[in-house]
């Protein structure tokens, strides 16, 4: 957990202080930051994950939720994938009617934003499971704490929610979205639980983990003062973002 920290520390650290402006680097870096903190979806599993934990509740509600007959599973493993993916895909397609007056270039950032968010999200996973030793209820795993099927779904949802508020729709329609896309998320994280892969500490911290991410790199990245550099000349196209100072 202590290189976790010292990692994220690092990438605040160098975002903040790699411009001439340095100040307002940090302001914005900070602001993407707060807001991706303080929002329910980042503290609120912190805080629910944190006393299961403490209470030892953890153990109790896996058991419950874990069926020993995998008939009576709710959700099968294909669920899971298919309920993450169909969150990812709202996501895609909210993001491509947003409307952006047009501006084919704006489209193309906010689309690469979501990818950005959604990779760096795969790879917390594999961070936290690489340096984090967590044996999954099931016995199976031993890197159990970072899970795929709740970071990135609910880093979907999180964006999603991101492009709702910029749709021109009415109030229901965001509120249906958002709850779609949020049920699909916490049944692509329930299945995990249910089939011992991981415990339900480890969803609530990963849901946090994927809302976290997600939210910082559009806050930041989304930006005005933010450039989108597309190269299609060379044999390896690349899309790049970087900060404009």
Known sequence: MFKIIIYISLVFIFTGCSSKNMAYSWERT???AYNAVTDPMTWAPVATGLTADATGWDDDITDEI?????????FSGDDADKM??????????????????????????????DIAALSIGRQYVNFTNAHI????????????????HA??????????????????????????INTISYLAASGSAYQR???????????????????????????????EDTDLGIDLSSQDPKITLSFRF
């Open 193 to 223: 639980i249910e089939s011992g892969l991981h415990s339900f500490s480890d969803q609530m911290y990963s849901a946090a983990g994927g809302n976290f991410i997600a939210l910082f790199i559009h806050d930041a990245f989304m930006a």
């Open 151 to 176: 970071v990135t779904p609910f880093a979907s949802a999180a964006l999603t929610r991101r492009h709702v508020e910029l749709m021109d729709i009415p109030k229901w329609s965001k509120y249906s």
């Open 84 to 113: 993450r993916t169909f969150s990812t895909g709202i996501t895609y397609t909210t993001a491509v009617f947003v409307p952006d007056d047009g501006n084919i270039t704006m489209k193309v950032k906010r689309l690469s934003v």
């Open 66 to 74: 874990m069926k020993e007959n995998k008939d009576d599973y709710i």
């Open 30 to 32: 900070k602001g993407a």
């Open 133 to 148: 030793d967590h044996e999954s209820p099931s016995k199976t795993n031993e890197d159990a704490f970072g899970s795929n």
